[in-house]
């Protein structure tokens, strides 16, 4: 290709790259600039006088604090457990609908709708009928069983568990369809080739279709770590902070909106930056053979 | 192929009915449950509802009955449902939009013209999604006063699209990557300018993951509940969403979860609609050239 026709093709990239670039820098930038600027500060709406640098003092704090650990052990815990039920259904669904079967359509649709069903309010009528009021029929009996759920693992571990149940309910349904989605794009022969290398079928599934679904399998963690924050904001939120299980999310802004603290605040929802970069560069790791012999 | 024995064709429906329930119950029970009158609520069959009434979405819109009957007109707001529903419709419909003319564009760029670097810049796009949204809002709040946009439904219409973008560019510029060069490549010998050959050939084509990409903004634009009750104050500029969660659960329980109905139906139906194109355009973006 002529160099002149390269170069305007170029410029007209960045033309239509910017918009989006602006926009992620518009709501990003300066958010992420003074999260970490302030994870160096006692910046504080309730402090009389200014504001001081204080170096690492906030994370040299927060890493002697038993309290952090145990935050960050049920942050651990929590990601763990709803990914992990979120791809064993997710991958069951997916396989369920790879086959044809009478009524498949039907129950596709039933399997896309917890994650077509908007979050934003289901959410709201999910965590109140766990939880209800006193005065419905069902509330007897979900007040026992949130009782005694709480009295074995701690005050709000049944609101927290409500929440999480939703987390996977809607979670599988998006990584289902997601799986479902890889699984079609596999071309058919390969499933005939493998039928006749080896019959069983669990042998299989671990040798073609997994292997074959990684760049999606990788794509359905990302997306469902950062839902899962996302969702256990939004009932912290709801409940404004009733939630007693704290996880570095809703921690942080425990510590921010109630006590007012933003320096350790920053420092505390900044310390999850590099785990979830380790999960990134993972990702990529997986994505690149994909994408390389498209290229 | 030998036909299946009668246990496999017993498990595989037990499975399929078992998926079904799990997926749809929490469904019905919060549509049953805004079918019924308070009495129902207190002392029938949690699971069905023996007579059903639409007096709790008649209660969104104008105050009548007096709630359980033991609680005061004037603990009662009176709420703008309306406008909540018109202003909900105006910032999904605005956010896919803009989701998707933006993520296109950039999509077009890093899959089709290819920058140098254009791995890198797609990799930095998506790597945006491990930033924590966790207290970001603070700042965020500074950034909307400074361009004015405090307690402004256009705030959402910023914040929006930047959550679903990374997904969508990285879909759409992986499809436009994998579609073969000669399909633009006649258009532009014939004469065509690029820009024709996108609109003529290359945007018809990939109506599907257009379709997937939409759907996907969709669902994450109606996930969000924090962001809408954070930055929409005033119950004039607040969606259904921002709305419904300054309702007090102990006293409004039923017309809340009416309020989740009214707002769930309307999307249920319409990404019902497209489900099956979700999943084609999701398996185009994978495909080569699909």
């Known amino acids: 290709m002529r160099p002149r026709r390269r170069r305007r093709e170029i410029r007209t990239a960045y033309v239509l790259l910017s918009p989006a670039v602006l926009l992620l820098l518009t709501v990003l930038a300066y958010p992420l600039g003074w999260e970490i600027w302030t994870s160096f500060t006692s910046l504080s709406p309730l402090q009389d006088g200014g504001t001081a640098f204080v170096g690492l003092e906030n994370y040299r704090r927060q890493f002697g604090d038993p309290q952090f650990w145990r935050v960050a052990t049920i942050t651990v815990v929590y990601a763990a457990l709803t990914i992990a039920a979120k791809l064993a259904l997710g991958f069951g669904f997916a396989l369920l609908l790879a086959r044809p079967f009478r009524g498949r359509a039907l129950v596709f649709l039933a399997i896309f709708l917890p994650w077509a069903y908007p979050a934003g309010v289901s959410v709201i009528g999910w965590y109140w009928s766990l939880n209800p009021p006193i005065t419905t029929a069902y509330s007897i009996f979900l007040g026992q069983l949130k009782y005694s759920v709480d009295s074995v693992l701690g005050g709000g571990a049944w609101a927290f568990g409500s929440v999480m149940l939703f987390n996977i309910w809607r979670g599988s349904s998006f990584i289902g369809v997601l799986l479902l989605a890889g699984i079609n794009a596999i071309p058919p022969e390969l499933f005939e080739c493998a039928v006749l290398e080896s019959k069983n079928p669990w042998r299989r599934f671990r040798l073609v279709t997994v292997p074959l679904l990684k760049p999606l399998l990788a794509l359905g963690v990302l997306l469902s770590l950062t839902t899962a924050f996302a969702d256990l904001a939004n009932v912290w939120m709801l409940t404004a902070g009733r939630i007693v299980f704290p996880v570095i999310g809703t921690h942080a802004y425990w510590l921010a909106i109630k006590a007012g603290q933003f320096g350790p605040a920053s420092a505390l929802s900044l310390t999850l930056v590099p785990f979830l970069l380790g999960v990134l560069l993972v990702l990529f790791w997986i994505f690149d053979p994909l994408e390389r012999d498209a290229a | ?290």
């Open chain 2, 1 to 290: 192929m030998n036909p299946k024995p009668w246990w496999a064709k017993l498990g595989h429906g037990s499975l399929v009915l078992l998926a079904t329930v799990y997926c749809l119950f929490p469904i019905y029970f919060m549509l049953v449950q805004s079918l019924k009158t308070p009495e129902e609520d207190v002392f029938g069959n949690p699971l069905i509802v023996a007579n059903p009434t639409l007096q709790n979405f008649e209660e969104l819109f104008e105050r009548k009955s007096e709630v359980r009957g033991f609680v005061g007109d004037a603990l009662l707001r009176p709420h703008p449902f309306f406008v909540w529903f018109a202003n909900t419709l105006f910032i999904f419909a605005g956010s896919v939009v803009a989701t998707l003319g933006v993520s296109v564009a950039a999509a077009y760029a890093l899959g089709r013209l290819r920058p140098p670097g254009f791995r890198w810049w797609r990799r930095a796009i998506f790597a945006t999604y491990v930033i924590p949204q966790t207290i970001l809002f603070i700042p965020l709040y500074q950034v909307m006063i400074t361009l004015e946009l405090d307690d402004n439904l256009l705030a959402l219409l910023l914040i929006y699209p930047s959550m679903a973008l990374p997904f969508c560019v990285w879909m759409l510029s992986a499809y436009f990557q994998h579609l073969s060069r000669e399909i633009e490549e006649a258009a532009l010998i014939e004469g065509a300018s690029r820009a024709t050959a996108f609109f003529r050939i290359i945007l018809p084509m990939s109506r599907p993951v257009l379709v997937a990409a939409g759907i996907f903004t969709l669902g994450t634009v109606a996930s969000d509940f924090m962001i809408a009750s954070v930055f929409l104050l005033t119950p004039v500029n607040q969606t259904i969403t921002a709305g419904l969660g300054t309702f007090d659960v102990a006293l409004d329980e039923l017309a809340a979860v009416a309020g989740v109905n009214l707002l769930a139906i309307p999307v249920v139906l319409f990404s019902a609609f497209f489900a099956r194109g979700y999943v084609r355009g999701l398996t185009a973006a994978m495909v080569e050239g699909a």
